[in-house]
Each structure stands twice: as C-alpha cells, then as structure tokens.
C-alpha cells in the first residue's frame, strides 16, 4: 500500500519550463491587442480623467464666483493659432473688470485634445471672449485663448442652450471632421443654472 501512495506522488509533475514560458507569451499577445483596440495605454485610459479634472475645475470656478460675489473667467489655450485647445487656467475677474489668474495653467494629456470645431465644442468656437495671453509666463504668453465667464450667481453669460458644451478627444483618432470618433467625452454645461454633464459612450 505503500508503494501505491508512492507511485501516485510519482506520477504528478509540475509545469515545465516551456509550458510556462508559451502560457506568459500568450498572455503578452493577448494584453498586447487588448491595449491597442483601447487606444494605447497612455492614450484612451487618460480622456476620462483629464475630462473629470476639467469637470471639476468648471465646478470649482462656478462655485468660487458665488461665494466670493464676482465673476469668474476660464480659459482654454490653443496649443497654435487657430488649432485646437490643449490647456485652460480659471479667473477672477477684478472690481476693475481685469482678469487676476487664480491657478497655474492645466495641461491636458499629450494624446488628449479640445477640437477648434463649431459642431464639437461651439462653447469655445462661439464665445465672445478671445483674446491673444499677454502674461502669465513662457507656457501661455502670446497663445491665443476663448473663454467663458461664470456670473456671481452661478449662471453662464452669453452662453445658449445650444452651444453649451465642449468635447475632449483623442489627437490621433480617426474621424471626419465635425464628426466625433468612436471615444470621447464631452462636457456641457446649462447656462441657466451652471450645471456640468459629463456625456461618455
């Protein structure tokens, strides 16, 4: 009976060395597709966090103008003249009229963007407010900004109902222009009450 329990101990074996080492590379094959059909590692998994820190930025600002009574300004540079937007920095506007910055420049991810087209974020394409940054230091001085203004109510001015939002993207998605890809995010904000909405597929 011995030799029996003997025998079965024997006859089990571990995974050699070979077996191991094709189960790791098909995992790495299988990681490897899932990755680029997401868009690359630092490309998709960034758009939803770049957009929430936007969200939030927006609410903060909505939010400063009411408590502290004044209006609020956020503005979203263009990485060139006329290009799309790749940063933005919050506001207050002065007694005097006269933006004093209340934050340092937010950046958004290197693949993530603010397309400069009317039908994906006419906020920004429509807004009264442009202007050409004349300080601030060598990060935004002579980059070309829109922008938008919070009252001290909380409202947005000069804002509609119909162009009420923005959309952030991926730089290398493929699309037609005016048209969005298969993955953005896009945020809109109702004028009336200055309520942010994140919208995602």
Do not use: C
């Not at 927006?58 to 799309?84: C, V, W």
């Not at 790749?86 to 002065?94: A, E, K, P, T």
């Amino acid at each position: 009976m011995g030799n029996l329990k003997v025998e079965h101990i024997q006859s089990r074996r571990a995974f050699s060395l070979v077996e191991l080492l094709v189960v790791l590379g098909i995992i790495g094959v299988l990681s490897t597709i899932a990755i680029i059909s997401f868009g690359g590692p630092s490309g998709s998994f960034q758009l939803t966090p770049a957009a929430n820190r936007l969200k939030g930025e927006i609410n903060l600002a909505r939010h400063q103008a009411m408590t502290m009574n004044s209006s609020y300004e956020i503005r979203f540079f263009q990485e060139t003249a006329g290009g799309d937007y790749v940063g933005y920095q919050v506001y207050r506007v002065d007694a005097d009229g006269n933006p004093v910055a209340e934050n340092k420049p937010e950046w958004l991810p290197q693949e993530v963007t603010i397309p400069a087209e009317r039908a994906l974020s006419p906020i920004l394409t429509e807004s009264v407010i442009r202007g050409t940054q004349s300080s601030g230091g060598p990060q935004i001085n002579g980059k070309s900004y829109s922008a938008f203004v919070f009252s001290s109510s909380g409202t947005l001015n000069d804002v509609t109902s119909v162009d009420n939002f923005l959309t952030l993207i991926l730089k290398n998605a493929p699309r037609s222009a005016g048209a969005l890809p298969d993955n953005y995010a896009a945020l809109s904000i109702v004028p009336a009450t200055g309520y942010v909405r994140l919208t995602q597929p």
